[in-house]
């Protein structure tokens, strides 16, 4: 199986699109490396390779974490399957 998108550990609220056209309503899988296992979701937008896909809702000032690290801020509610990027998440350096 190929992954359409990546995730570092379970404890992750993201995963990495890593393959070109993924369209709204479409049935993604992705892998959890440290656990080795396979997470299926349905995505509600189109998701550009490199971007972001929700794994779970998040609410506004609620922290993402991807590859157990904090990398920011949710400025706008999120949906789980949701493209997660710079229009619903700001870092917090500044």
Avoid: C, S
Avoid at 41 to 64: C, W
């Amino acid at each position: 199986m190929v992954p359409d998108f990546l995730v570092h550990e379970a404890a992750d609220g993201v995963g990495v699109v890593v393959v070109e056209g993924l369209k709204a309503d479409q049935e993604i899988t992705g892998w959890v490396m440290k656990e080795d296992e396979t997470v299926t979701i349905k995505i509600l937008n189109d998701i550009p390779i490199g971007h972001k896909v929700a794994l779970k809702d998040f609410a506004e000032g609620d922290t993402v974490i991807k590859y157990n690290t904090d990398i920011g801020k949710v400025v706008a509610p999120i949906k789980k399957g949701e493209h997660l990027h710079v229009h619903n998440v700001k870092t917090k350096r500044w």
